[in-house]
């Protein structure tokens, strides 16, 4: 059963840039799609983008285009999702998620990393 | 931009049927999948395809989705269920997730 193995917590400048991976362990990428969710403190969850690694294709949510970068290796089935011009609203847990539907999303996302923190503050 | 909306809270007695909406804009239209997280954890998906279950999830979770609304339905509510609940579906190349709804199990 594939696991999502996240990098360690981080604390940024404002104003600096963000690069949090996402490792699949006890299994590889295959076909399957890796989505960016964050949450900021009390706050919901709020979809950021996708990578179709197999394919090189990504999809970013409209609010985060040009700010968000996600890039997967797939010699390391190791996605990453880099965030450039942090500031303090961009305090929040950040967590990958596997996805299996290359033109929907009826099968959700069924494997989810343990959550990154990243806390933006001078 | 798609929305998604859900009631802040619901309460329910343990032991009694909770239901949680999701409204959208002809959402029974598109596939509907809710999601439990607990304080300090990742989310787990409960419900897919609008009313599927994955493995290990039991049996008094269900889902429908019709018109402009879908709805998980908890029956024979446990302390354990206590949570945040959101519903999620896809838009225009988008996922989208409801704001949320905290389920307290009285």
């Known amino acids: 059963q594939v696991q999502l193995v996240q990098s360690g917590a981080e604390v940024k400048k404002p104003g600096s840039s963000v690069k949090v991976s996402c490792k699949a362990s006890?299994?590889?990428?295959?076909?399957?799609?890796v989505n960016w969710v964050r949450q900021a403190p009390g706050e919901g969850l709020e979809w950021m983008g996708r990578?179709?690694?197999?394919?090189?294709?990504?999809n970013y949510a409209q609010k985060f285009q040009g700010r968000v970068t996600i890039t997967a290796d797939k010699s390391t089935s190791t996605a990453y999702m880099e965030l450039s011009s942090l500031r303090s609203e961009d305090t929040a847990v950040y967590y990958c998620?596997?996805?299996?539907?290359?033109?929907?999303?009826?099968?959700?996302?069924?494997?989810w990393g343990q959550g990154t923190t990243v806390t933006v503050s001078s | 931009s798609y929305e998604l909306t859900q009631p802040p809270s619901v309460s329910v007695s343990p032991g009694q049927t909770a239901s949680i909406t999701c409204s959208g804009d002809k959402l029974g239209d598109k596939y509907a999948c809710w999601y439990q997280q607990k304080p300090g954890q990742s989310p787990v998906l409960v419900i897919y395809q609008d009313s599927k279950r994955p493995s290990g999830i039991p049996e008094r979770f269900s889902g429908s989705n019709s018109g402009n609304t879908a709805t998980l339905t908890i029956s024979g509510t446990q302390a354990m269920d206590e949570g945040e609940y959101y519903c999620?579906?896809?838009?225009?190349?988008?996922?989208?997730f409801g704001g949320g709804t905290k389920l307290t199990v009285l």
């Open positions: 999620q579906a896809w838009d225009s190349n988008t996922e989208v």
């Open positions: 990578i179709i690694p197999i394919l090189g294709i990504t």
């Open positions: 998620a596997r996805g299996v539907d290359y033109y929907d999303s009826k099968n959700g996302m069924d494997v």
């Open positions: 006890g299994g590889t990428f295959s076909s399957y799609i």
